[in-house]
C-alpha cells in the first residue's frame, strides 16, 4: 500500500495541498491519503480529497507521536510528538514495516505538506 500523507495549516486551500500531493507523487502510484484525525472536517481537506478520489484515513495524534520522520517542523514536535504530520501519518495508515519513499514536500504558499509512505494495509 502507498499512502500519501498530509500534514497543513488551517489557512491550507485545496490548491495548497493539491499542490504538496503533486510534488510528493510525481513518481509513485497512491491508494490512500492520511493525515491526522483532528484536521476531519476542514473544508479544503474535504474538497481535494473528494477530487482525488482516493480513500482519506483519519490517524489519532497518539499514532504519530515517535513516528521516525525524515525532517522536523518545531510546531509539529511540540503540537503531534513527531517531526513530520504528513510523514507520520503516511507511515501510520501505510502500516508495521512502511517507510518512507521520500521526505515531506511543500506547497508553495507553505501552508500544505504531503510525504509517501509504502508499507502494509491499512
Known sequence: MIVA???FSSNATAESLQTAFNLATADHAVEALATVADKEG???LT?????SAL????IAAAELAGQRTLTC??????????GSVAEASALAAAGPGA?????RQISDDRLATCAIAIGGQI
Open 42 to 44: 476542514h473544508e479544503a
Open 5 to 7: 500523507g498530509l500534514g
Open 99 to 103: 517507510r518512507l519513499l521520500s521526505p
Open 47 to 51: 474538497a481535494f480529497a473528494e477530487s
Open 55 to 58: 480513500p482519506l484515513h483519519f
Open 73 to 82: 517542523s518545531n510546531r509539529s514536535r511540540a503540537t503531534y510528538g513527531t
